[in-house]
């Protein structure tokens, strides 16, 4: 198999899942396709809903002590959890990693899938975590984290694409640059001269900021006006064409 790495899922936290998924999903016209029980030996909830082949999981701590909760703690909610790249051999990837310095904080070994998650602290901003699951070469192969048909779930008419993820810091172009090694992917710049990592499926974009967060999320919709007054119909702030959900911003484009 030649060597691939794309962008197959971004994990936000809530305090409750109650009423975020359910929010979410009418809001941006997304179905839950999979609840997944092997999160509770974190101590998690969790539910996943497809964004065109890109997963959008929520998890939530159900009890005292978890990674999860200390990082709504410490961001005051703000930012997205982790960013997770579906890859040929998460195996290497996460030695080299090891190599610059970046620890690997989890392990998850469960044929024929195989995931390495990477600290944190290290990774800076969010967790990153590589995956490969036998045939996720395909991107509409299995993924058992998403349950055993979550390519039913698709939902295309209100929400299209998750195209990209907003990275906030301080020293942008460090960050930028920290991740590339991490991921193996140059920087570049994009349209409005901001550091870029282009993955085929999806892009990181680098912005000032006073912290370092996963601050948003671009995603094309149908409607831009339609989907804003779901949102606000919801109780949720909008500016412009953009919604403040789960601790990130959901920036919309047509």
């Given amino acids: 198999m030649a060597g691939y790495l ?3 899922q971004i994990c936000l936290v ?28 974190y101590g998690l909830e969790n539910a996943l809903l497809p964004v065109d082949t890109i997963l ?3 998890v939530a701590p159900v009890r005292e002590g978890t990674a999860a909760g200390r990082f709504l703690g410490k961001t005051a909610g703000r930012g997205g959890y982790m960013a997770i790249f579906s890859c040929d051999d998460p195996v290497t990837r996460g030695r080299n990693a090891n190599a610059i310095g970046v620890r690997t904080a989890n392990v ?13 602290r290290d990774c800076r901003a969010a967790f990153i975590e590589f995956n490969h699951t036998d045939g996720s070469d395909d991107v509409l192969g299995p993924y058992p ?3 055993p048909d979550w390519q039913k779930f698709i939902a295309k008419e209100v929400t299209q694409a998750l195209t990209g993820v907003e990275m ?24 409005e ?47 412009g064409n953009e919604i403040s959900i789960c601790g990130v911003t959901f920036k919309l484009a047509g």
Avoid: T
């Fill in 56 to 58: 959008l999981e929520v």
């Fill in 108 to 120: 998850i070994a469960h044929p024929p899938y195989h995931g390495v998650q990477l600290h944190p």
């Fill in 14 to 41: 809530a305090p409750n899942l109650e009423p975020v998924i359910p929010d979410i999903a009418a809001i941006m016209g997304l179905a839950v396709c999979y609840r997944d029980g092997n999160v509770g030996k």
């Fill in 193 to 239: 001269g901001e550091a870029e990592l282009k993955l085929p499926n999806a892009s990181f974009r680098f912005v000032r900021g006073d912290s370092e967060i996963m601050s948003g999320l671009d995603f094309r919709v149908a409607d831009v006006a339609a989907v804003c007054d779901a949102a606000k119909a919801r109780g949720y702030p909008v500016s």
């Fill in 168 to 191: 906030q810091s301080p020293d942008p172009q460090g960050l930028a640059e920290h991740w590339g090694r991490i991921i193996g992917v140059a920087v570049g710049k994009n349209e």
């Fill in 145 to 147: 984290p998403a349950g």
């Fill in 6 to 8: 794309r962008l197959l």
